[in-house]
């Protein structure tokens, strides 16, 4: 068999998988806001903008709005974000927020100051003072972690933590899974532990596996967005490039939408 006999006889590559979100759905996935009120406002005014432009072009009957957590901590208007997504309830999209590690993070050091100390070292120190709250000192000069905690429990809303517990750690539409952090691969959807689907990172991200849907998530950060056979990547470090990120997905199409 000659040289080109053998270029024109090899088979063609299989196509990958193709997912789609439900017939007539529009759905926007937003990325890791990290307490940059300033680009979440911007941002949802694109999408609002995208959207209504969409829907005079193409039969979009449902419009699904999806935060993807880490709404708190290293960025300093962590308060103004949590007091927006809690009141937004806007005519032209239906709104989901997932819980991100952050805000779970958060919730543990109110709880339990001494065992989660780590979370001021990951950004909480900012959140203390959206609340207008900051690291109370003992007399040794060291960090008082129960004082800290306790002024930070009285100037955070009984309605954020409500508003952070009833926050589901993933939500589903069609052929997309969506999540803060990723899955465990080789685990069931439905049998997926909650830590996972918050924190997990390279053994979900290095992982080559067929999860079975397209997995929408943040968690880790990225320089630009990724759409990949497997997996959508939408966090683009807003807090510190200023380039806070969602994805808009039609039909079969997929389109990134950034500060």
């Known amino acids: 068999?000659?040289?080109?006999?053998?270029?024109?006889?090899?088979?063609?590559?299989?196509?990958?998988?193709?997912y789609t979100v439900p017939d007539g759905y529009l759905v926007y996935a937003?990325?890791?806001?990290?307490?940059?009120?300033?680009?979440?406002?911007?941002?949802?005014?694109?999408?609002?903008?995208?959207?209504?432009e969409r829907k005079?072009?193409?039969?979009?009957?449902?419009?699904?709005?999806?935060?993807?957590?880490?709404?708190?901590?290293?960025?300093?208007?962590?308060?103004?974000?949590?007091?927006?997504?809690?009141?937004?309830?806007?005519?032209?999209?239906?709104?989901?927020?997932?819980i991100g590690n952050h805000e779970a993070m958060m919730l543990e050091f109110i709880d339990d100051p001494v065992g989660s100390e780590g979370w001021l070292h990951f950004g909480g120190v900012a959140t203390l003072a959206s609340y207008g709250a900051k690291v109370e000192e003992a007399e040794s000069g060291q960090t008082d972690l129960l004082a800290t905690a306790s002024a930070f429990a009285d100037k955070?809303?009984?309605?954020?933590?409500d508003f952070i517990r009833s926050m589901p750690a993933s939500h589903q539409l069609g052929d997309y899974f969506f999540v803060h952090a990723g899955i465990r691969p080789g685990v069931s959807l439905h049998a997926q532990d909650p830590f996972d689907l918050m924190s997990i990172r390279q053994e979900f991200t290095e992982s080559r596996r067929d999860f079975g849907v397209r997995?929408?998530?943040g968690h880790t950060g990225v320089q630009n967005p990724l759409s990949l056979p497997g997996r959508i990547a939408v966090d683009t470090i807003a807090y510190?490039?200023?380039?806070?990120t969602a994805v808009a997905l039609h039909a079969e199409t997929v389109e990134f939408i950034t500060t």
């Open 1 to 18: 068999m000659n040289f080109l006999t053998q270029l024109f006889s090899r088979k063609a590559p299989k196509p990958g998988p193709v």
């Open 30 to 52: 937003v990325g890791d806001i990290h307490g940059r009120f300033d680009l979440l406002e911007k941002l949802v005014g694109m999408i609002e903008a995208d959207a209504a």
């Open 56 to 98: 005079a072009n193409d039969p979009i009957e449902q419009c699904s709005l999806i935060f993807l957590g880490d709404y708190v901590d290293r960025g300093f208007q962590s308060k103004q974000v949590l007091d927006y997504l809690q009141a937004f309830n806007p005519d032209w999209a239906e709104v989901t927020c997932l």
């Open 156 to 161: 955070f809303p009984r309605a954020h933590r």
């Open 215 to 217: 997995v929408v998530h």
């Open 240 to 244: 510190a490039t200023g380039r806070l």
